[in-house]
């Protein structure tokens, strides 16, 4: 996993990912409530790059709503 951030809030979650894509180069998911809500396939590093800018702004945008950040488990 490339990037990663969750929230929760009243029992909803927001999830944003970017990972290795086997087949193309990178994937980026955003999922709300452990549904795929949008999935992009990337071959360019600039791209991803922007993505996770993007993800970025939306999890700024998830806290200043009252979302909390539910941290990554430790491997």
Do not use: Y
Request: glycine share 4%; charged share 30%.
């Amino acid at each position: 996993m490339i990037f990663a951030r969750r929230f929760s809030s009243q029992g909803h979650t927001r999830r944003f990912c970017v990972e290795r894509d086997s087949v193309i180069g990178w994937a980026a998911r955003e999922e709300e409530d452990n549904q795929i809500v949008k999935v992009i396939r990337f071959r360019d590093w600039h791209r991803v790059e922007q993505m996770i800018a993007m993800f970025d702004l939306k999890a700024s945008d998830l806290r200043d709503q009252g979302w909390q950040e539910i941290p990554a488990p430790s491997s």
